[in-house]
């Protein structure tokens, strides 16, 4: 392999290739057993498939380094099955297919910028700012005197994701979600 990437390099984020390939390392840790050879253990996300392994390494095993590139994009519109971004550079547009985007699908707006990942020219993943900014097109209004400590209730956001959110939300409200984990953060307008 031309280029490659040692276990002692292992971090959170990584892209490594192994199998042919792209995964990214969600979590990993160096053990040393009390005889014989150090390990690393890791848990790594295909990027294509999403599916995760959970492989062991031993220290000092390399992998390849997948050729990856990631370019800032500006989300169009939705045709069919894909979602088609254009490179705020250079106008070209990029069709990136409904199991690439994961849970993006649940916050993209048009005109909303994002990044997309690419591997081997083809675009396989797109992740997005930590929290966005969605107005709520549907929720029932809260009930008077239903006053529970952290009652929450249904609210349908403009890209058409459904999550819960207090009482005193109500329809037109703008909302900040955290997208890594689709949970209301706090009433923005």
Not at 5 to 13: A, C, M, P, V, Y
Not at 45 to 51: F, Q, V
Request: glycine share 10%; proline share 4%; charged share 25%.
């Amino acid at each position: 392999m031309a280029d490659v990437i040692d276990t002692s390099e292992f971090r959170n984020g990584l892209k490594i290739l192994v199998d042919g390939d792209p995964y990214e390392i969600v979590d990993f840790q160096h053990v040393k057993p009390g005889k014989g050879a150090a390990i690393v253990r890791t848990r790594i996300r295909n990027l294509i498939s999403g599916r995760t392994l959970e492989p062991t390494f031993r220290s000092g095993d390399k992998v390849g380094r997948p050729d990856i590139d990631e370019k800032e994009m500006q989300f169009l519109y939705k045709e069919g099955d894909h979602f088609v971004f254009m490179d705020v550079k250079n106008f070209e547009q990029t069709h990136v297919d409904v199991s690439g985007l994961g849970d993006a699908k649940n916050y993209l707006k048009e005109n909303m910028n994002a990044h997309v990942l690419f591997w081997n020219g083809r675009a396989i993943s797109v992740s997005m700012a930590n929290a966005v900014e969605l107005r709520v097109t549907r929720c029932d209004p809260g009930v008077r005197g239903d006053t529970v400590s952290g009652a929450l209730k249904p609210a349908t956001l403009e890209t058409g994701f459904t999550l819960n959110v207090p009482l005193f939300i109500n329809e037109g409200d703008v909302l900040k979600i955290d997208t890594r984990s689709g949970a209301y953060l706090t009433r923005v307008g």
